[in-house]
C-alpha cells in the first residue's frame, strides 16, 4: 500500500525542518533569524515557527540560543578570549541577552563558568561529560546558591 499524501508532506515537512535544524547548527554564529531562516525554506515565519516547535518541542530561538551556548561553554572552557570576545564568536550581538540566556541555560554566569575548574570533568566518561555539560534548556537549570 502507497503512502498517503499526506504522509509525504509530512515527510517533506520534516525534511525541511531538519534542514533548518542543519542550518543553526551549521551557522550558529552568523546572524540568523526566523524570518531569514523561513526565506531560506520559502515558508512563513509563522509556518517555520509553529511546525518547528510541534517538531522538536521548542522553538527556533530556543534551539539556537541553545547551539550558541553549548559552544560558548566550549571557548570558555578553553579560556583564552573574554567574556565578551565570546559572546560575539558565538553570533550574540548584545552582552546583556547572552549573559542573561547562558546563565538561565547553564546555572551560573558565563564569568563564573568561566572560573571553574577545568578538569572538572575529567573523571566522567566522555559520553556522560557531554550530557552533564549539554545547557538545560526551557530554563532548568537550578539556581547557583547565594552565599
Same mark, same amino acid.
Given at each position: 500500500m502507497a503512502p498517503s499524501t499526506d504522509d509525504d508532506q509530512r515527510l517533506r515537512d520534516l525534511a525541511m525542518l531538519r534542514r533548518v535544524r542543519d542550518r543553526i547548527d551549521r551557522e550558529y554564529a552568523q546572524p540568523l533569524d526566523v524570518d531569514a531562516l523561513a526565506r531560506g525554506i520559502n515558508v512563513s515565519a509563522g509556518h517555520l515557527s *509553529? !511546525?518547528?516547535k510541534k517538531a522538536y518541542g521548542e522553538s527556533v530561538y530556543s534551539y539556537l540560543m541553545t547551539r550558541r551556548i !553549548? *559552544?560558548?561553554m566550549a571557548l570558555l572552557r578553553r579560556?583564552?578570549? +573574554?567574556v565578551t570576545e565570546v559572546c560575539y564568536e558565538v553570533?550574540? +550581538?548584545s552582552l546583556g541577552t547572552f549573559s @542573561? *540566556?547562558? @546563565?538561565e541555560l547553564v546555572?551560573?554566569?558565563p564569568s563564573v563558568f *568561566? /572560573? /571553574?575548574p577545568d578538569g572538572i570533568f575529567e573523571a566522567l566518561p566522555s559520553v556522560l561529560a557531554k550530557r552533564v555539560a549539554r545547557p538545560i534548556r526551557n530554563r532548568e537549570a537550578p539556581a547557583e546558591p547565594r552565599a
Open positions: *509553529r !511546525e518547528f !553549548e *559552544r560558548a579560556g583564552d578570549l +573574554s553570533g550574540c +550581538s @542573561t *540566556r547562558f @546563565t546555572g551560573v554566569p *568561566r /572560573q /571553574q
